[in-house]
């Protein structure tokens, strides 16, 4: 049985930092476009045990807005948005992130998609934690989270076996 790749996040509590990375089997366009479709996101962002994402919304421009609906396990909903700040397809993304859950303070999110011999190497940068330990810690657990949701959803499709 084959297992989606495991994404891995680096996290500096004093910095405020996160790094987080995979690899996946897909070429960056596609990659670019399961983070940037605004039909496609709420397919694969979340998980029915955790949190499905009901709706993204994105104005796919540097200062266009964004914007995701989510409903947690137990039917809380909850937001995060921003606006994008540099757009670099399919090899980067810049956005500001504001999250109700985390008193709306804006943090900056850079996700770069590089090609390699398998695929892509999409690493997330998420900053601007600094004072903030707690959601540092738990922003970099969630990036691995959905780093992973994303693997899986452009996982290419497995052979079925033939006898």
């Known amino acids: 049985m084959s297992r989606s790749p495991a994404a891995h996040a680096v996290v500096d509590l004093d910095g405020g930092i996160i790094l987080a990375k995979i690899d996946i089997a897909a070429p960056p366009e596609r990659v670019y476009r399961a983070l940037t479709d605004a039909a496609e996101v709420p397919t694969w962002w979340g998980a029915?045990?955790?949190?499905?994402?009901?709706?993204?919304?994105?104005?796919?421009?540097?200062?266009?807005?964004?914007?995701?609906?989510?409903?947690?396990?137990?039917?809380?909903?909850?937001?995060?948005g921003g606006e994008y700040l540099a757009?670099?397809?399919?090899?980067?993304?810049?956005?500001?992130?504001?999250?109700?859950?985390?008193?709306?303070?804006?943090?900056?999110?850079?996700?770069?998609?590089?090609?390699?011999?398998?695929g892509s190497r999409v690493t997330v940068r998420h900053e601007?934690?600094?004072?903030?330990?707690?959601?540092?810690?738990?922003?970099?657990?969630?990036?691995?989270?959905?780093?992973?949701?994303?693997?899986?959803?452009?996982?290419?499709p497995r052979a079925s076996a033939t006898r």
């Open 87 to 118: 757009l670099d397809p399919p090899r980067r993304i810049v956005q500001s992130w504001r999250a109700d859950w985390d008193g709306g303070t804006e943090t900056r999110l850079t996700i770069t998609i590089d090609p390699v011999a398998a």
């Open 48 to 80: 029915p045990e955790v949190y499905r994402t009901e709706s993204w919304a994105a104005d796919l421009r540097v200062g266009g807005a964004w914007k995701a609906t989510s409903r947690s396990v137990d039917g809380t909903l909850f937001v995060v």
């Open 128 to 156: 601007g934690f600094a004072g903030r330990r707690d959601s540092c810690a738990d922003h970099g657990a969630g990036w691995e989270q959905v780093l992973e949701w994303l693997a899986k959803h452009l996982a290419p």
